[in-house]
């Protein structure tokens, strides 16, 4: 019954910010590592950002300097803050996270449903 569920995402023009939230719910031990996936049509899914429990996080050369990835250990939740947003990251967002459930000892990895992103213009 582990879920991840995103949201945030939306319609805005080049150069305009969102900001991401997922949450993680249901029978946790502990998460490990989380991160932020975008997959455009007819494109490969890609690794956005990533962020360890310690917060040490990791980029794609692509958002370096504009996404910001957070944590928020307590509420089980990752963010992803998008600024100056050009009309190539339009994609659906993918949260992703390292979980050890209370039901299955090893760690696995969980996907969010998606959001859309939308940049105009």
């Known amino acids: 019954q582990v879920q991840l569920v995103e949201s945030g995402g939306g319609l805005v023009q080049a150069g305009g910010s969102l900001r991401l939230s997922c949450a993680a719910s249901?029978?946790?031990?502990?998460?490990?590592?989380m991160g932020w996936y975008r997959q455009a049509p007819g494109k490969q899914r890609e690794l956005v950002a990533t962020i360890t429990s310690g917060g040490s996080t990791n980029y794609a050369d692509s958002v370096k300097g504009r996404f910001t990835i957070s944590r928020d250990n307590a509420k089980k939740m990752v963010y992803l803050q998008m600024n100056r947003l050009k009309p190539e990251d339009t994609a659906t967002y993918y949260c992703?996270?390292?979980?050890?459930?209370?039901?299955?000892?090893?760690?696995?990895?969980?996907w969010g449903q998606g959001t859309q992103v939308t940049v105009s213009s």
């Open positions: 249901g029978p946790i031990f502990s998460i490990n590592v």
């Open positions: 992703n996270a390292e979980i050890k459930s209370r039901s299955y000892y090893p760690i696995t990895d969980y």
